[in-house]
């Protein structure tokens, strides 16, 4: 389904220089856990320029429930998305559906002249990212994936360190990121876009891009499997090793089998920072830097994530910005994430040729909003075991 020119021009009037409207209004898409957790809850700490109008969900007993919790009196089922779409009551989606999803529900959100906040990652291969890309560009629309990272005080006061010359010449970057997963849960699905790069690994890669600014020209990756039923599908953990420009090496693990730990450090020519629970987004956060033997710690409060991808994307729609990350930003993680499963399943390096990217987050783009409180789920739970 398209959008008329008549349809277009009416949402984008609505946020004309001229007094136009000041809310963007929202359907979240998917009512999973990241979507109940993390995503409904945001919107009370982004009213200024966002509203929660509609809700899509396959599951009518979420629907019921979380529509009354949140005030919502438009709900559609995924076979009514088009009549959400044309329903001119929403200016934007917010798409946290499974990740095979992605690249459908954007492109027809696209075509319907409706706005795109993504999850990561943004799809499962470059030519869905494409897809998404071009019709977002084709319909005028505004394309964000949700990268919480390039909001997070803790995470952007990194890359100014490490952009300001303290570490000396960044050499070295290394990551972990693990966690127990449940079996069953859709991030072993390899149908759905299941494995521990789609789902965790892409932190590390993204982190080690804006971190040095810049992209890898060479991978290489290792897959590991201990047999366990779980894991039938896809990776139980990957290590990757990939080359930056200048001679840099970045080297991370990304396990669905292992106690949960979440770090990255930059070494330099003269120090190094080291960032304790550094992609979480319920866990207070730390840097622990070193430099010519003194080492200085500051702890960076839990805080609501989701909340400032909601107010940057809302601002980038009434300016008619593009925002930052955007579309060319998901598409360069995974054409990464496909190069390294290409690498373990040949057992050899992958050379990559990357499209230069001009934009990086910086702490220009810091948004604070305090920490949600844990809301019931209807229905949900999240990746981890009770007993994790």
Do not use: W
Not at 345 to 355: A, D, Q
């Amino acid at each position: 389904m398209k959008a008329t020119r008549r349809e277009k021009h009416e949402r984008a009037s609505r946020f004309g220089r001229n007094g136009g409207n000041r809310t963007v209004r929202y359907a979240v898409v998917g009512l999973g856990y990241i979507s109940q957790a993390a995503v409904l809850p945001a919107f009370a700490h982004a009213t200024e320029n966002s509203q929660l109008t509609a809700l899509v969900s396959d599951d009518p007993v979420k629907l019921r429930e979380l529509a009354k919790k949140y005030h919502i009196d438009r709900t559609y089922s995924y076979e009514e998305y088009d009549d959400c779409l044309s329903s001119a009551a929403i200016d934007a989606v917010y798409i946290a559906l499974p990740n095979n999803m992605h690249r459908e529900y954007a492109v027809r959100a696209a075509r319907a002249g409706v706005h795109v906040l993504c999850e990561k990652p943004m799809a499962i291969t470059e030519k869905d990212c494409e897809q998404m890309f071009d019709a977002a560009d084709h319909n005028g629309v505004r394309l964000m994936i949700a990268y919480r990272l390039h909001f997070d005080e803790a995470n952007l006061k990194a890359v100014a360190i490490v952009q300001s010359g303290t570490l000396g010449e960044p050499r070295i970057f290394s990551s972990l990121f693990t966690m127990q997963v449940e079996d069953g849960n859709i991030r072993l699905n390899k149908e759905l876009g299941g494995g521990t790069l789609y789902d965790i690994g892409i932190y590390c890669i993204n982190a080690a891009r804006y971190l040095f600014q810049d992209e890898p020209t060479e991978v290489f990756a290792f897959s590991a499997n201990n047999g366990e039923k779980r894991f039938r599908e896809v990776d139980e953990m990957t290590g990757a090793l990939l080359r930056f420009p200048g001679e840099r090496l970045v080297t991370f693990t990304s396990s669905f089998g292992a106690a949960d730990l979440s770090f990255y450090r930059v070494i330099g020519t003269k120090g190094d920072l080291l960032v304790e629970r550094a992609y979480s987004y319920s866990k207070e956060r730390q840097h622990i830097l070193t430099v010519d033997g003194k080492t200085k710690r500051v702890s960076f409060p839990k805080r609501d994530q989701f909340a400032p991808q909601l107010l940057y994307f809302s601002t980038c729609i009434m300016r008619d910005k593009h925002p930052e990350p955007s579309g060319a930003e998901g598409l360069i993680d995974v054409q990464i994430i496909r190069a390294l499963y290409r690498s373990a399943e040949i057992g050899k390096p992958v050379k990559l040729h990357l499209p230069e990217r001009k934009k990086r987050p910086t702490i220009t783009q810091e948004i604070k909003r305090p920490a949600v409180k844990k809301p019931t789920l209807v229905r949900a739970k999240g990746p981890r075991p009770k007993s994790s």
